[in-house]
């Protein structure tokens, strides 16, 4: 027995949103990798439906490292932190350091910790129905790993990873060639993107279809 | 605009079925914590109105290394696998050892890794719309690095991972206490455990009515 | 055939040094997990002959995100670095966060990427024949996950890893008990933190006794 | 005070020697690039003076899952931990499968386990002294994450890392290329394997000069 009939989605119901949280540890105007490849995810969501979407460049804010909602003092988490509650879809982008995600994708993820405590009026945490997918960019090795860290800690705060979740690029063993100077997009990369996003649409909008149940 | 429309998901269609793939080290008949916690996550979908479901203790089988299908020569992984394809939840059930998945997980998942090379008559991988979760236990330390490579790998071969996927249980730093010699279940661990399985029932149940799309 | 021959240590050489990098999220004057701990390892540290001993609260201090030795305009990180060129052995302490290490560890990690290509006259990296350990706290779960963590990044360096090298504490699965407020040092961490202490001061003795040839 | 005076290590002291943990998923006659990596360590560390050295293809051998030093009933375990005992490096080879070590890297760990309890007569676990570096490769992504894993193992049962312990070679993000099929070794790669073994000898050397003290 279903927990639930779905209610139909029409054209009519609320668009799906989606935010991309980019954690390049270099703040504006420099160029991103991690920035590009996000913004690719969004572009691609785009063509499923999915409307608007911001693409935050963390570092450019005074984000506070903590696991609180609001660290107090000027902390400008707060506000991303509202962007991100109202999006229906999460594209989480970084850089890989030393093999690893950025340490600004680590302080985000850590501020998001609390969200697991942080529930509606039926008991579900605030981020349940809500799709993460993971953009990952490095002159070489470390994006599986970085997948897998930022899997495991989305996961536990509330967000649903869609098959075949993260979209990639690195170069090969020590290089030091980066995403954005590339001529074009790398065709295994642009088809995972093409993948990631068509995947996370539709997820997405099955779970507003079908929200969680309640405990 | 929405990629389909849903079907109603009524009581006539057919069951929501679970396997355990249990990886524990050793054979039967020993007692195995990574079974007992696998087969609590089986019982706890059961309330969800998943039917039947197999736990296979993979180590009693003639399972080879091997990243195909079938390695020949009596293999024993085709037999499983097709058990593992017929199942709309996968319950992953694995004991830490170093602080990391038992070498049976990973044996398991490297045969499952071509499986993103085999799809269905419309171009998905056969995988699709399947809903994977983790059952992990051990002495000690491991659990959130041992269900993040587990989220990877099962997630890159085409398994939708649902909120807070994960379930577990590990005693304080450098313990020897096994679960299954735990007078009951601990109660964080009996919550998450049920958690894990409305999640898993209700995602497997969404995407069965709302499958991916084709490419 | 050796590639040198090592010149006697006595006790007129002069004296090892530590440091401790202290990861805790949270400023001064808050207590820490992961400074107490980091500071066990200290004064195990003294009772092989290292002397002295500075415990660096990162996160009190200024630091900014990048992979350069000195990201400008007020950055505190050159004065921290020149403390950790100057230790024969760096104790990295570290809360648990999400089952990984913290934000500001990994931010350390970065900072500290820059030092693979810092050679000394003899080109060898600056930071040869020095010894690094981790210290690891948290209320549960990811010890060994952030150890391996920071063994890659800090071996990638330059760093040696002595044999045992790391000490830690974690609860049981979900708890919420910080090691600060345990009674007493539980006795395999006091035992651990003993053995890595007696690893760290002997292997930097050795590579003083005996540093890395040049290439 | 030193815990010790260093011997003089003199041309008459007995060779170091080392050995090759190759864990491939394919048993002769396959080609390996693990084992051609791990091969090209084992001919860089002859250059520095050590002496012999064995290359065992794991899979090739009859290796059971478990955690005891003998698994009994025919268990080929044995005879390849006594190898391991004798060699002064352990050269641990691996190909990446997901992103991860594969599993019969993870099975030889495994094994290692407890040799962290078996001790000499002071009381030293059997592995002191010993040196253990990480041979990587993969047709993409995943030599990071894979030396973590390998480094966190191999440094809890005993074994020295020595800076920069780890050689890989990994393709271009999604690529498919195998080590063994490049026209000649990467340049990177060649200069990483030299100064591996250059730091390996050099390290397991030294700790023959200046074996760890007993607790």
Redesign the interface.
């Known amino acids: ?3 639930q ?2 209610d ?4 009519t ?1 609320p668009d799906l949103t989606a935010i991309v949280l980019a954690c390049t ?2 703040p504006s105007p420099s160029d991103s990798s991690s920035i590009k490849l996000g913004t690719e995810v969004l572009d691609a969501l785009h063509e ?2 999915v409307q608007g979407g911001t693409v935050i460049r963390v ?1 450019d804010h005074d984000v506070r ?3 609180s909602d609001d660290e107090g003092d000027g902390d400008e988490w707060p506000g991303i932190r509202e962007q991100v509650l109202a999006a229906d879809i999460l594209v989480f982008a970084t850089p890989i ?8 994708a ?2 985000v ?2 501020r998001l ?1 609390n969200e ?1 405590a942080e529930t509606d009026d039926a008991g579900r ?1 605030l ?2 129905d809500k799709v993460a997918v993971a953009a990952i960019v490095g002159n ?6 970085s ?3 930022i ?3 989305l ?2 705060v ?9 979209t ?7 290089g030091s060639t980066d995403y954005q100077d590339l001529d074009e997009v ?1 065709e ?2 642009a088809q ?1 993107t ?2 990631v996003a ?2 996370a ?3 997405a ?3 507003r ?2 929200p ?2 309640a ?1």
């Open positions: 027995m279903p927990d009939t779905p139909t989605v029409t054209a119901s540890l270099s499923h439906g570092v490292f903590g696991v350091w030393m093999g690893q995600p950025s340490a600004v680590k302080m993820l850590e910790d697991i945490p981020l349940s070489e090795d470390g994006a599986h790993h997948s897998a860290m899997f495991q800690a996961n536990d509330g967000y649903t990873i869609p098959a075949q979740g993260v990639y690029w690195v170069g090969e063993a020590m790398p295994k990369t995972t093409a993948t068509r995947h649409a539709h997820l909008r099955a779970l279809a079908m969680y149940p405990p």
